[in-house]
């Protein structure tokens, strides 16, 4: 999927310092948003890779899909087949939160569709979930449902690129992070991904 953010860009860009060099510096956004997945999958597929290298989050996830003939399971499928899915390698705390989502999506208890809901309401229907912290829905509602306004607060490279580029002192707290971005509303999503690219461009 291409996308164009001309729009996000021209409104950072005039914004002035030191969203303009930095926007100018890095280039166009190429934040890129995949629907390959439906909202569920994609929260599930993310747990795979917390705390983990990328590396050894793509050998699990490789060997979660085998099972499947690599096309993401039904909940029905996984919940059948939840002896090979132990087998993985995956942390016990992983797997109980990946199965809880499961049976939640079967049980209707979580939607499989999020056009009808606000962005406040998926939030608090998936972190119900335990082990499904605000930043992973975040990180669906972003890369995988292509929000444009959400701003991951609680999200460290942010935080620690933010206080970097408005040369803070100390690392900016979630709540400070949260405050200080409010005037880049509509486009919060595109300011975090060139807060993202901030190191690449030191």
């Not at 909202?39 to 085998?66: C, E, N, V, W």
């Not at 996984?78 to 705390?93: A, D, M, N, T």
């Not at 998926?122 to 082990?131: D, F, H, L, R, S």
Request: proline residues 6%; positive net charge; glycine residues 4%.
């Amino acid at each position: 999927m291409v996308t164009s953010f001309t729009d996000a860009e021209n409104f950072l860009i005039k914004k002035g310092y030191p969203w303009e060099p930095l926007i100018k510096k890095i280039g166009p956004c190429r934040l890129k948003i995949s629907d390959d997945l439906l909202p569920y999958q994609s929260i599930i597929k993310s747990i795979f890779y917390q705390q983990l290298h990328p590396k050894a989050g793509d050998a699990i996830f490789t060997r979660f899909m085998q099972i499947f003939e690599n096309k993401f399971p039904t909940p029905k499928e996984l919940i059948q087949r939840k002896k090979e899915f132990e087998q993985i390698g995956l942390s016990k705390r992983k797997r109980e939160t990946i199965m809880q989502i499961n049976l939640l999506i079967d049980q209707q208890k979580l939607p499989i569709s999020l056009q009808d809901f606000t962005r406040n309401e998926i939030e608090t229907q998936y972190t119900q979930v335990k082990g499904v912290g605000i930043w992973t829905v975040q990180m669906m509602l972003i890369f995988n449902q292509g929000f444009l306004d959400i701003m991951p607060c609680t999200d460290f490279a942010i935080r620690k690129n933010f206080s970097t580029l408005m040369n803070l002192e100390n690392m900016i707290t979630p709540k400070k992070l949260e405050a200080e971005t409010l005037s880049l509303k509509p486009y919060r999503s595109i300011a975090a991904w060139y807060l993202w690219q901030l190191p690449q461009t030191l």
